[in-house]
């Protein structure tokens, strides 16, 4: 009887997490009269242009979750600041408005932005969206 190398079975079982762990999450559909260029051109929200694209961020809050990281990162861009939380979880965060974080050296302001944790799938599991007045 014959048995497969060690190295194999670990290589196969390595391709099928892989693989479950890539159908987690949902591609996200195109957000109409969002203008993803312009967000990720704002970068910290310095010249405030992100304010005016929240409403329609809002409208599509409930796509965003369950939607995968690398799709988020291809919509707005990689973030401004990205904290690590407990049990890999991660939070993007990107400003709407100009504030102190477009000092020299970008230091954190808790003023005017957009929060989005995900979970160890690299999902989103929660939105925060400020309201800002234009």
């Known amino acids: 009887m014959q048995t497969v190398p060690?190295?194999?079975?670990?290589?196969a079982g390595g391709l099928l997490l892989a693989a479950l762990l890539s159908g987690c999450g949902h591609a996200l559909p195109d957000f109409p009269g969002f203008d993803s260029?312009?967000?990720r051109k704002d970068s910290y929200g310095?010249?405030?242009?992100?304010?005016?694209?929240?409403?329609?961020l809002e409208k599509h809050r409930n796509e965003?979750?369950?939607?995968r990281l690398n799709d988020v990162t291809s919509l707005?861009?990689?973030?401004?600041?990205e904290e690590l939380g407990e049990q890999s979880d991660k939070v993007y965060v990107y400003y709407v408005a100009a504030g102190q974080q477009c000092a020299p050296g970008h230091p954190r302001?808790?003023?005017?932005r957009v929060l989005l944790r995900s979970g160890a799938t690299g999902t989103i599991t929660e939105v925060i969206?400020?309201?800002?007045?234009?």
Do not use: M, N
């Open 6 to 11: 060690c190295f194999l079975s670990r290589f």
């Open 37 to 39: 260029a312009a967000w």
């Open 46 to 56: 310095c010249q405030s242009r992100r304010a005016a694209l929240l409403p329609i």
């Open 64 to 67: 965003l979750y369950g939607a």
């Open 76 to 81: 707005l861009g990689h973030p401004d600041e």
């Open 109 to 112: 302001s808790t003023r005017s």
């Open 129 to 134: 969206i400020p309201v800002v007045k234009l």
